[in-house]
C-alpha cells in the first residue's frame, strides 16, 4: 500500500494558472494560495447554466459571479467571465438527460470534473497561454517518479529525489507538498510526466472530493492544481476570513453541479415526460400503487415512492426497474430485500489514472460519495470491464453510479456500474 512522503519546498513564480472560481469559499481560498506562492493567476468563473428554461429551483449564478468577483478583486487578480453554456448542455446535460431515460442514474458531477472543468475549461485556458487549472477539490497530488508530493500552491521540490526519506516539516501548519520544478522536463514537457502523478483524498476526510474526480485521467491531472487539499475546512474558512475574503462565511452550494439549488426531480420533469406504470412488490409481483416515471426513482431509495407500508416498523425500498413491463420494484427495507444488496457487481468503462490494472487484485472501493472505501476483489475481464467482489455486501448500487477505486488513499481510477 502506497506511503505518503514528506518534502520540503520554496516557492515558484513561473507557472501561469486560471483558478477556477465558483463564488464559494473554497475556491476563493485556492486563489488565494496561488496568489500568495508567487505563481502568476488569473480567476474565472465558468457560466454553465443561467436557469433559462425557469426550471423551479435556487440558480444563483448571478450573486455568485459578484461573489467571486469580489474575491478576486479582494486578493488582487484578474477576473474574467467564461460561457460555457453550450458545452454543458452538450456533454453533461445530454448525459445526465440520456441516462435516466434509459433506466439509468447517472452522475453528473463526475462528468462535470471530467468533461467540464478539466476537458473544455482546460483547453480553453491552454488556449489562452495558461499552463494549468486550479479548483477548490479537496484533493491531493502527489509524483510517483521522485516519491515526492506535488505543491499545488506553487511550491517547488528544492532538492534530487531520494527515497522519500527527506524530513518533515517543523511545522504541521505547512504541509504544502512541492510542484514539478519549471526547469524540469516533466515541467516544460507535461507529456513526459504521463502515468508520473498520483491522485489521493484529501487531508479533511469529511470533505474529501477524490471520489468526483475519479474518471480523469493523467494528462488532465498533470494540469490540475488542488491548492487546499492539504487543508481542513476550518483552516480554509479562517483563511478566508484573515484576508477579508467576501465568502469567509458564505454556506456551501448544494444541488446539481452545474444547475444549483434545483432538486433533481423538478429539473428531470422539465425534460422527462411523466411516462406511469405500476409500483410491484419484488418478492410476490402483488401491485401496490402507480409510479410517475421510473427515471423519477433510484435503487435504494426509501423516501417519495408513493406508496405505504401498512407495516408498523417496515418501510419501503425501490429494489429494481423493469424497463420492459415499465415496473417500479420495491421490498420491505433490510437484508433480505431482493435485489438491494450486492456482493458482486460489474463494473464497465473503466478509466485509470496511471497505469491500467490488468490483473486480479485486491483493493478499497467507495460505492458512493460520502461512504468509507471497503475492501473488494477487482477481476478484470477486458481493457474497459470487470466483476468487483465486495468483502461485505453493498446496499443500493445503481446502475449508471460510479465507482472509485484506491489503494490506501491514492485514488487508482473508477468506472461504471453495469
Known sequence: MDTEPRTRSIGNPMERILVAMSGGVDSSVAALLLARSGATIEAAYMKNWINEDEIIGDCPWMEDIDDARACAERIGIPFRV?????????????YLLDGYRRGLTPNPDVMCNREIKFGVFLDYARANGFDAVATGHYARRLARDCGVAIADCGLEETEPCTSGDEPAAANPAN????????????????????????????????????????????????????????????????????????TATKKDSQGICFIGNVRMQDFLRAYITDAPGPIVRADNGRELGTHRGLHLHTIGQRKGIGVPSNTDGRAYVVVGKDLERNRLLVAFDGPDAPGLWSARVRVNSLSWIGDAITAPRDLLARVRYRDPSVPARFEPDSESSAEITFAQPQRGLAPGQILALYDGEHLLGGGVYA
Request: aromatic residues 8%.
Open 175 to 246: 504541509r504544502q507538498p512541492p510542484i514539478l520544478n519549471p526547469q524540469s522536463e516533466a515541467f516544460r514537457n507535461p507529456q513526459s510526466a504521463i502515468r508520473n502523478i498520483q491522485l489521493w483524498e484529501g487531508t479533511d476526510k469529511n470533505k474529501d472530493q477524490s471520489y468526483f474526480l475519479a474518471l480523469l485521467d493523467q494528462q488532465q491531472l498533470a494540469a490540475a492544481r488542488f491548492p487546499i487539499g492539504h487543508l481542513t475546512k476550518p483552516e480554509v474558512r479562517a483563511l478566508a476570513a484573515e484576508a477579508g475574503l467576501p
Open 82 to 94: 467564461v460561457n460555457l453554456m453550450t458545452d454543458y448542455k452538450d456533454r453533461v446535460v445530454r
